[in-house]
């Protein structure tokens, strides 16, 4: 099933002809539980693993003993999923049974790794795979038809609270044997960086650049359009929320500037960078409904319908990946807006 964002409640272009100076492309990936092969576009693997070539590994210093077991994170899921899909019988509360709670009270944070020093090697988790062909507007080197993206599942990297995040470009016509079994860690630091397995829905939509990026009169006119703050409800279009950054994971377009003040992301080079990818938290919630894709709607309120990756990023909100416009091989940049 393909998903559709339905159309925006507002042409803004016609309210704001210069807008269009200020319109890109993204493409939403809409990712949703399946069961991907590695020759296609996926979030939580697997990928298209060459079976000779070494898995990244994490071997920068912080503590990797402790955390949620990633069987044990599956398992939970598992049993929650299950439990809140059965038909509720007469006479017994919804959700999961005695016995299920008591599994869902044996998966306990701990010291499930107490054998790895704090700088031994643990491989890296799949986080997504994209093809250049579905996802058109896919940054990054054009002789390349694949990104994938890992991440070491600890918060803790280059001195701040972060994963850290390994992006290989890859020609797939060149990829031979392919590895079967994908390493994993034992254990994560935090149960929203194990991904679940997840087809993609490749969208292509509109987008308009972060009103804190607008020149300032055109951001106090679309704020008069918007109408007294106080008068401002759930049935309220706002730029912000409905007119200009799609929700959910996407690649290229621009970054929503929701949670800092917007800042120019410059590589060391002195280049400009693009997004790449953005990892988020949720495809929708109450703030920005309308882009909620039609096929969806009728599941829209069910149980973590809007959480489909289960992958939460920083205080329940975006990671933003930047690469530098000139040479996709200097390194990353990771903004995380909460
Ligand atoms: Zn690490
Ligand atoms: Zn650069």
């Known amino acids: 099933m393909s998903r559709t964002t339905p ?8 309210l704001f002809p210069e807008l269009a100076g200020f319109r890109g492309t993204a493409t939403r990936l809409h990712p949703r539980p399946g069961t991907p092969s590695v020759r296609d576009g996926s979030v939580g693997g697997p990928l298209l693993w060459p079976a000779d070539e070494p898995w990244p590994m994490c071997t920068e210093r912080h503590r990797r003993r402790y955390g949620d077991r990633v069987a044990d994170v599956r398992l939970r899921r598992r049993i929650l999923a299950e439990a809140w899909s059965r038909a509720p019988e007469p006479g017994r509360q919804p959700g999961p049974t005695e016995e299920e709670g008591d599994v869902l009270r044996s998966l306990k944070r701990g010291r ?10 643990i491989p890296m988790l799949a986080v997504a795979q994209l093809f250049r062909e579905d996802v058109p ?5 054009a002789d390349h038809d694949v990104l994938q993206v890992l991440w070491c599942p600890f918060d803790s990297h280059a001195g701040r609270h972060e994963p850290k995040v390994e992006l290989r470009w890859r020609r797939s016509a060149e990829v031979g044997a392919v590895l079967e079994e994908q390493p994993e860690p034992e254990v994560v630091g935090a149960e929203g960086y194990v991904p679940e397995r997840c087809v993609l829905h490749p969208e292509q939509v509109v987008e308009y650049q972060d009103l804190g990026l607008l020149p300032e009169d055109l951001r106090e006119r679309i704020h008069s359009w918007e109408g007294d703050e106080d008068d401002i409800d759930e049935s309220s279009v706002l730029y912000e929320t409905d007119l200009s950054i799609a929700p959910g994971w996407k690649a290229g377009g621009f970054a929503s500037w929701h949670a800092t003040d917007p800042a120019p992301v410059v590589c060391d080079c002195g280049q400009a ?11 929708w919630n109450n703030g920005c409904r309308s882009w909620i894709p039609l096929e969806d709607r009728p599941i829209a309120d069910t149980m ?3 959480i489909p990756t289960q992958v939460t990023v920083g205080r329940w909100g975006d990671m933003n990946v930047f690469i530098c416009r000139t ?5 990353h940049r990771l903004v995380f807006q909460g």
């Open 7 to 14: 159309p925006r409640p507002e042409q803004v272009e016609r």
């Open 112 to 121: 499930h790794a107490p054998w790895l020093q704090d700088t031994d090697p």
């Open 137 to 141: 507007d896919l940054a990054g080197p």
């Open 273 to 283: 960078m693009d997004l790449l990818l953005t990892v988020a938290s949720s495809e």
């Open 304 to 306: 973590d319908a809007n």
């Open 327 to 331: 040479d996709p091989a200097h390194s």
